[in-house]
């Protein structure tokens, strides 16, 4: 039978979530949860998740599945699992699934956050593994008026970093929001999308940041996007990884 798993985890400790194929791999996320399925199941198991995270992305929301013996659906996958789990891993929901689900190829979008620190002196510790300490000043306005120029349909080329081969990197941004409190330094930048290209949100941020800090004009957006190129681009940075939190994958309502 198959079950539908809901994955919450801080990626700190985690070379992302894709388990990597080689002699002495680094600790990844899924590695983690192959390994505590395997250990009650006695036998080796393959969990197939909605998408990767890189190295240091966290997670409030991820989706994968994984095949078990019919004999063992009445267990307490919950517990069972999350007791052989370490502590910045942790199984949310556990559910029956059809067995024609599939985590990756059924999702139709995905919701990410992150998250800004405007000052960098000055990051509480319990909060620094999860936000960037930018150290740049930032104004609201301009970076408002820098949301609207991502949404949409667009070729996102130049927020793409290399290492994915892929047939088109056209995606549609279906909203981009800010939440700004002046009384607080955090920011929160909330994407929902139909799919995101390696590091795509992470670049996005780094380009925000730029024309909220003047380093770049608001309107310079569309002609960097038009350039397709992220060689082109030095000037851009890439927003840290630990800022960067997968908020929810989205599937049809018959799912």
Known sequence: ?????????????????????????????????????????QNKVRL???GRTDAGVHAEAQVAHVDIPEK??????????????PEDIALMQVQEADPAFHARFDACGKVYTYQIWREAQCVPPRLAPFVWACPYSLNPERLQ?????????HD???????????ESTVRSLHSLNMQWEQASPLV??????SG?????????????????SGKIAVDFIPQALALRDRSRLPFIVTAPAQGLTLSKVLYPDSL
């Open 1 to 41: 039978m198959r079950l539908r798993l809901t994955i919450a985890y801080t990626g700190t400790r985690y070379s992302g979530w894709q388990i990597q194929e080689k002699p002495n791999p680094p600790r990844t996320v899924q590695g983690m949860l192959e390994a505590a399925f395997a250990r009650v199941l």
């Open 48 to 50: 197939h998740g909605a």
């Open 156 to 166: 996102f080329a130049s927020l793409q970093n290399a290492g994915t081969d892929l």
């Open 196 to 212: 995101f290209l390696k590091q795509m949100v992470r670049n996005m941020v780094g380009m925000l940041a730029a024309a909220a």
């Open 188 to 193: 929160t930048l909330r994407v929902q999308g």
């Open 72 to 85: 063992r659906r009445q267990l307490p996958w919950q517990r069972i699992i999350n007791n052989s789990l």
């Open 145 to 153: 008026a820098a949301l609207p120029y991502f949404v949409g349909e």
